[in-house]
């Protein structure tokens, strides 16, 4: 069982920057892929970012890729997301996401097994 805390979402202006944390509890946070995905009013979640569990593999979508950076450090139980030259088109809630399955994470199987509760973050032009 992996719970996951969302923070670090706020207000920025456009081309600003935020750096979204995820803290997870457990032991075996080491074991669990952990990803990014959001939700803009409207339209259906998508992924954003995913990391291996050792941090040596990632995977971003296109539209933010050269822009955002996920990272992880399993000393402290906690996924980042660096998020710059924000856009507009990035406002939305952002929610963090464990699987111990890479293809679950981003995508391409079933959806991951734990979610945090989302954190908003809006981009103002």
């Known amino acids: 069982q992996v719970q996951l805390v969302e923070s670090g979402g706020g207000l920025v202006q456009a081309g600003g920057s935020l750096r979204l944390s995820c803290a997870a509890s457990g032991r075996t946070f080491s074991s669990y892929v952990m990803g990014w995905f959001r939700q803009a009013p409207g339209k259906e979640r998508e992924f954003v970012a995913a990391?291996?569990?050792?941090?040596?593999?990632?995977s971003y979508t296109d539209s933010v890729k050269g822009r955002f950076t996920i990272s992880r450090d399993n000393r402290k139980n906690t996924v980042y997301l660096q998020m710059n030259t924000l856009k507009p088109e990035d406002t939305a809630v952002y929610y963090c996401?464990?699987?111990?399955?890479?293809?679950?994470?981003?995508?391409?199987?079933?959806?991951?097994?734990?979610w945090g509760q989302g954190t908003q973050v809006t981009v103002s032009s």
């Open positions: 990391i291996s569990w050792n941090g040596g593999r990632t």
């Open positions: 996401a464990a699987d111990k399955n890479w293809a679950d994470v981003v995508g391409t199987a079933g959806p991951p097994g734990y």
